[in-house]
């Protein structure tokens, strides 16, 4: 099994800045993919940014730019900071850890506000 838990949600004005860690603990392996889904009240969970081991990077259309994820490897810990937040990115956010198995993080709230 794999534990996730994540941290960092909130409350922020458009415009403005947020970062999530998810810290990683149990049975992890060392080639894996870590990241952030998002869901939005009435909509499907979508991906917003993966992290490979091998420390390659992938990020949804709708955040490129904006939105950087990174890895303390040390800590199995994964970051999201989040730049220029928008209205539509408000949604509750997932911490993802797959390798041949995968698991999910509890959420935490995102809400981009004015």
């Known amino acids: 099994q794999v534990q996730l838990v994540e941290s960092g949600g909130g409350l922020v004005q458009p415009g403005g800045s947020l970062t999530l860690s998810c810290a990683a603990t149990?049975?992890?392996?060392?080639?894996?993919?870590m990241g952030w889904y998002r869901q939005a009240p009435g909509n499907e969970r979508e991906l917003v940014a993966t992290?490979?081991?091998?420390?390659?990077?992938y990020y949804a259309d709708s955040v490129k730019g904006r939105f950087t994820i990174s890895s303390d490897f040390a800590k199995n810990t994964v970051y999201l900071q989040m730049n220029s937040l928008k209205f539509e990115d408000t949604a509750v956010y997932y911490c993802?850890?797959?390798?041949?198995?995968?698991?999910w993080g509890q959420g935490t709230q995102v809400t981009v506000s004015s």
């Open positions: 993802y850890y797959n390798d041949y198995r995968t698991f």
């Open positions: 992290i490979t081991s091998e420390s390659i990077t």
């Open positions: 149990g049975s992890i392996l060392s080639r894996n993919i």
